[in-house]
């Protein structure tokens, strides 16, 4: 048996490729000093400010964000998106049909609760919301378990679910 004297001594080199001498790497544009003068000689009224600053201006501006929640909003929906995709496939897998035929319109904060909005998926087949809140009713501890498997928080919110008829569309104040 005879070994070669390196692992890629059978591996052949590859024929490098002709290349046509028309064909050229592009070459680098040189900056036009006069042009860039130009640009750099005017005056904006950004000029001279340190950047810093400037953010720290416009992070006291009032009215942008109620106090103690001024870099939560990013925040604040990455949770109500969590809460949101958690009920929706936890509706669906439900056992009692009547839940699975709902889905989530909206939520919104209230208090240190969240208030759900469920809405038919479909709008022909007619649902007796009664029934549907007493279906979810009996499954608000299941939903509250699947909220808290799937938010990254310490504490799970109190859910209140809200169904509304087919066809219901949110009213803007």
């Known amino acids: 048996m005879n070994k070669p004297k390196s692992l ?18 592009p070459l680098k544009r040189k900056v036009d000093l006069k042009k ?4 750099v000689a005017e005056v904006r009224p950004e000029d001279g ?10 992070s006291r501006r ?17 949770f109500l ?26 939520l919104a904060r209230y208090g240190g609760s969240i208030v759900v909005v469920l809405v038919p998926r ?4 007619a649902i007796d919301i009664q029934a549907a809140n007493a279906a979810l009713e009996h ?15 310490k504490d799970v919110p109190h859910l209140n679910f809200v169904v509304l008829p087919a066809g219901a569309t949110k009213v803007e104040e």
């Open 139 to 153: 499954a608000g501890s299941m939903l509250t378990r699947e909220v808290a498997a799937a938010i990254t928080r």
């Open 36 to 39: 860039l003068r130009s640009l």
């Open 81 to 106: 998106s969590q809460v949101h995709t958690a009920i929706d496939a936890a509706l669906q897998t439900a056992v009692t049909p009547i839940l699975n035929l709902l889905t989530v319109q909206d």
């Open 122 to 125: 479909m709008p022909e087949p």
């Open 49 to 58: 400010v340190d950047p810093r600053d400037e953010a720290r201006r416009r």
């Open 62 to 78: 009032t009215g942008d964000s109620p106090l103690g929640q001024a870099h939560g909003v990013h925040r604040q929906e990455q």
């Open 8 to 25: 890629f001594a059978e591996v052949k080199k590859q024929p490098s490729v002709q290349r046509d001498p028309d064909e050229r790497k």
